[in-house]
């Protein structure tokens, strides 16, 4: 069984940033996938960012530029830094690892960008 839980989420200005972290912890070894998904109010999940096993990630275009993700593999930990941050991006974040093809949910974190 894996574990993922997710911080770092709070209350932002407009032009500013944060840093999400993502730890995996339980039976899971450095050889995973990690993705970061947001869902505001109203509004379906959308996967923003991705990092393969191997290192290589991909980005919506929504974020491409502001976002970027990490993982530190002898912490098990994913990292999901957010600059320019804009009212838009106001959102639940949640974290997704995929360990041996199956996906576990973190319970999300509240990112709000407001003035």
């Known amino acids: 069984q894996v574990q993922v839980v997710e911080s770092g989420g709070g209350l932002v200005q407009p032009g500013g940033s944060l840093r999400l972290s993502c730890a995996a912890s339980?039976?899971?070894?450095?050889?995973?996938?990690m993705a970061w998904y947001r869902q505001a109010p109203g509004n379906q999940r959308e996967l923003i960012a991705s990092i393969g096993s191997a290192g290589r990630t991909n980005y919506a275009d929504s974020v491409k530029g502001r976002f970027t993700i990490s993982r530190d593999n002898t912490k098990n930990t994913g990292y999901l830094q957010m600059n320019s941050l804009k009212p838009e991006d106001t959102a639940i974040y949640y974290c997704?690892?995929?360990?041996?093809?199956?996906?576990?949910w973190g319970q999300g974190t509240q990112v709000t960008v407001s003035s």
């Open positions: 339980g039976s899971i070894f450095s050889m995973f996938a």
């Open positions: 997704n690892v995929i360990y041996m093809a199956v996906g576990y």
